[in-house]
């Protein structure tokens, strides 16, 4: 036999071999399904400790098979008398509904379940502060639409519980220690849970954790609820309420230990945590480990950044550990995107974390999209002791405005300092911008406009919480001062103003005088009339805006210096860049004075009880653009929208009508920024 007729004689036994393994399998596989068994009650079929569960919630003759098998018809329907929102509430939690569609159920069983029915609907409504409802379970009417009928239930949930008194007391070092005054009174001011409100189970909870939260944010985090007291009167329907907070031993910041570190000067990181306030020594605090970890972030050097400090220890003093995980040293991105003002884009970043010879970061990025194109880098050196750093940057830019281009060059070198609440810049800028209309075919008048300034930037941010601020400010100044260059000269001054302020719609219950360990607590001060949860709520949106450029009238300010408005984020109802200065042949041109102002209701979209990511808004804006201040003439648009809490940030989505062009737009924007 020949080597490939051997081959052959090879594969065809081993062929025969598989067939005959498999050939049970496959007769196993063909063989019909045996019916199913008899139902047996529960308690024989399951193990001992799922046993008392079942027995405790399911009919003793529900077998395992008639639970793990498709939903069946409904066994009896519920008519539930309640008002709306109890009803929608005890529908989706109460144990009855879960037996509807249990095969075997039967009318003996569900007797059962009826019995047990008042305890289960009193103890949920006790979790919405009614402890003396009246319940009412009538017996199953036969209505042909189910086999065991229609069981109809009355509830009355009573008057509901209000706090009568909630003392708050402390023990440990911060009962009496003077450095923990001011800790004390945060506690006692931010108790959420006044006398005069009513009660519910969460809103306890939230207190609790909220009092716990700040107690282990500075200098206690090993902190804990020593021992906690919710005192029911049924009668007067009243809750007094006592909570003990248990501080333990203070705890100091010790040693740094940075962990990873190998590509990037550590330097830089413990420069960021002393800027921080996180020095050895110093009182723990939770929120100074945070704003350092975000400082270090934002370097841009690593991928992933954590700052702890472990207290599990039992000593006066742990260290700080700082883990890295460090970026690639160099980094190309390709994106792509879109907006509704300039349509598809696609762009090219490219970044150096340290180029070779002067140890900078260079951040570099190529934008493409239907109206601008831009190619900008940026240089920074690390962060000096104080927190300053030097910058430089260049751009290249070309924005389309209808048929109005503009080509502008910017060079900046300065100093900055950043941080998560105050940025600060003082930076030299040139300046260069030619304007052509592509309809006329004619060059404006005096060519390319070109300046030199000295600026001063200072942004101030004092937001509760980012990316998705409920309430608080920003505030943001540009100040700058030149020439012109060219054969014109002239000096001119230039200031820009922004602000952004969100007020809560509702009051929150002001608290104040609770007690130490050793003495009695003072009683909470009694709540404000309304109990209007500022989340339910929503808020208000201000947005205001306004700029400034003074020279003389024949200056030859670059257009890159002056101002134009409307857009996603400015006017809504406008497209970008759309309010300006009017001219003869019908373009806009950038004006000397701005000015915009916009007021928007955001209110979160509520599902079964709970806060959705989702938030609807309606919204007024209006913008002006002028040469001098007495020609300035608002621009207005008023429409509606969604908002979308997701990872990235905010994603808005808004449909906006503008008065003047008469037309719906739609605005599509990505991110919180300030």
């Known amino acids: 036999m020949n080597l490939p007729s051997l081959r052959r004689a090879v594969w065809v036994r081993w062929l025969l071999g598989l067939g005959v393994c498999l050939l049970p399998v496959w007769t196993l596989a063909q063989t019909p399904e045996p019916a199913p068994a008899p139902s047996v009650p529960a308690a024989r079929t399951e193990s001992a400790a799922t046993e008392a569960a079942v027995d405790a919630l399911?009919?003793?003759?529900?077998?395992?098979?008639?639970?793990?098998?498709?939903?069946?018809?409904?066994?009896?329907?519920?008519?539930?008398?309640?008002?709306?929102?109890?009803?929608?509430?005890?529908?989706?939690?109460?144990?009855?509904?879960?037996?509807?569609?249990?095969?075997?159920?039967?009318?003996?069983?569900?007797?059962?379940?009826?019995?047990?029915?008042?305890?289960?609907?009193?103890?949920?409504?006790?979790?919405?502060?009614?402890?003396?409802?009246?319940?009412?379970?009538?017996?199953?009417?036969?209505?042909?639409?189910?086999?065991?009928?229609?069981?109809?239930?009355?509830?009355?949930?009573?008057?509901?519980?209000?706090?009568a008194s909630a003392d708050l007391y402390f023990r440990g070092d911060i009962a009496d220690n003077p450095q923990a005054a001011a800790q004390r009174e945060e506690i006692t001011s931010g108790w959420t849970l006044a006398p005069g409100q009513s009660f519910t189970q969460a809103d306890w909870d939230r207190a609790k954790t909220a009092a716990l939260r700040t107690l282990t944010a500075q200098r206690y985090p090993a902190g804990r609820i020593h021992n906690s007291l919710a005192d029911i009167d049924p009668v007067d329907h009243s809750v007094r309420l006592s909570v003990e907070l248990d501080s333990g031993v203070p705890l100091h910041m010790g040693e740094v230990r940075v962990e990873g570190a190998e590509r990037y000067d550590p330097v830089t990181v413990e420069r960021l945590l002393r800027l921080s306030g996180v020095t050895p020594g110093s009182d723990y605090n939770l929120a100074q480990l945070q704003d350092a970890q975000q400082r270090i972030a934002e370097t841009g050097y690593y991928d992933s950044v954590y700052v702890f400090v472990d207290p599990t220890g039992g000593q006066s003093s742990a260290p700080v550990v700082v883990q890295l995980r460090e970026s690639k040293q160099q980094k190309l991105v390709l994106g792509v995107g879109g907006s509704t003002d300039s349509g598809a884009r696609l762009s090219l970043e490219h970044t150096h974390h340290r180029v070779p010879g002067i140890g900078w970061r260079a951040a570099s990025k190529l934008q493409l999209e239907r109206t601008d194109q831009v190619l900008v880098t940026d240089w920074s050196a690390p962060v000096d002791e104080k927190g300053w750093r030097w910058i430089g940057?260049?751009?290249?830019?070309?924005?389309?405005?209808?048929?109005?281009?503009?080509?502008?060059?910017?060079?900046?070198?300065?100093?900055?300092?950043?941080?998560?609440?105050?940025?600060?810049?003082?930076?030299?800028?040139?300046?260069?911008?030619?304007?052509?209309?592509?309809?006329?075919?004619?060059?404006?008048?005096?060519?390319?406009?070109?300046?030199?300034?000295?600026?001063?930037?200072?942004?101030?941010?004092?937001?509760?919480?980012?990316?998705?601020?409920?309430?608080?400010?920003?505030?943001?100044?540009?100040?700058?001062?030149?020439?012109?260059?060219?054969?014109?000269?002239?000096?001119?001054?230039?200031?820009?103003?922004?602000?952004?302020?969100?007020?809560?719609?509702?009051?929150?219950?002001?608290?104040?005088?609770?007690?130490?360990?050793?003495?009695?607590?003072?009683?909470?001060?009694?709540?404000?009339?309304?109990?209007?949860?500022?989340?339910?709520?929503?808020?208000?949106?201000?947005?205001?805006?306004?700029?400034?450029?003074?020279?003389?009238?024949?200056?030859?300010?670059?257009?890159?210096?002056?101002?134009?408005?409307?857009?996603?984020?400015?006017?809504?109802?406008?497209?970008?860049?759309?309010?300006?200065?009017?001219?003869?042949?019908?373009?806009?041109?950038?004006?000397r004075y701005l000015a915009v102002a916009s007021v928007e209701w955001q209110r979160p979209i509520w599902r079964d009880g709970v806060r959705s990511p989702w938030e609807s808004v309606v919204f007024l804006d209006g913008g002006a653009v002028a040469d001098r201040p007495g020609d300035l003439r608002a621009s207005w648009g008023v429409g509606a929208g969604v908002r979308y809490n997701s990872p990235v940030g905010p994603l808005q989505l808004d449909l906006a009508y503008g008065l003047e062009p008469k037309a719906l737009r739609l605005h599509f924007n990505v991110g919180f920024t300030f």
């Open 58 to 163: 399911a009919p003793s003759s529900a077998s395992r098979s008639a639970r793990t098998r498709a939903p069946a018809p409904p066994r009896f329907d519920v008519e539930l008398e309640a008002s709306e929102d109890l009803r929608e509430f005890l529908l989706r939690h109460m144990e009855l509904m879960r037996f509807r569609t249990l095969r075997d159920l039967d009318a003996s069983e569900l007797a059962r379940l009826l019995a047990r029915a008042p305890d289960n609907l009193g103890d949920l409504l006790g979790t919405l502060g009614h402890f003396s409802p009246k319940i009412e379970i009538g017996e199953p009417v036969a209505t042909g639409t189910t086999p065991l009928g229609t069981v109809r239930i009355r509830v009355e949930p009573g008057p509901i519980t209000r706090v």
């Open 393 to 591: 940057s260049a751009q290249l830019a070309r924005q389309i405005d209808n048929f109005v281009t503009t080509t502008s060059t910017r060079l900046r070198a300065g100093r900055s300092q950043d941080s998560t609440d105050l940025d600060r810049s003082v930076f030299l800028q040139y300046d260069r911008a030619e304007v052509v209309n592509s309809v006329l075919k004619l060059l404006e008048p005096g060519g390319a406009d070109a300046s030199l300034s000295a600026n001063y930037a200072w942004t101030r941010r004092r937001f509760d919480s980012m990316p998705f601020p409920e309430s608080g400010h920003g505030l943001g100044v540009e100040l700058g001062g030149g020439t012109t260059l060219g054969s014109v000269r002239r000096p001119f001054a230039r200031t820009q103003l922004r602000w952004l302020s969100y007020w809560p719609l509702g009051v929150r219950p002001s608290t104040a005088g609770m007690g130490s360990a050793d003495t009695p607590a003072v009683p909470l001060g009694v709540a404000r009339p309304t109990e209007t949860d500022t989340r339910s709520a929503g808020r208000l949106a201000l947005r205001l805006q306004g700029g400034a450029v003074w020279a003389r009238e024949d200056a030859p300010i670059p257009q890159t210096q002056l101002f134009l408005t409307g857009g996603d984020t400015t006017v809504r109802g406008y497209g970008l860049r759309d309010i300006g200065v009017l001219q003869t042949d019908g373009s806009v041109l950038a004006g």
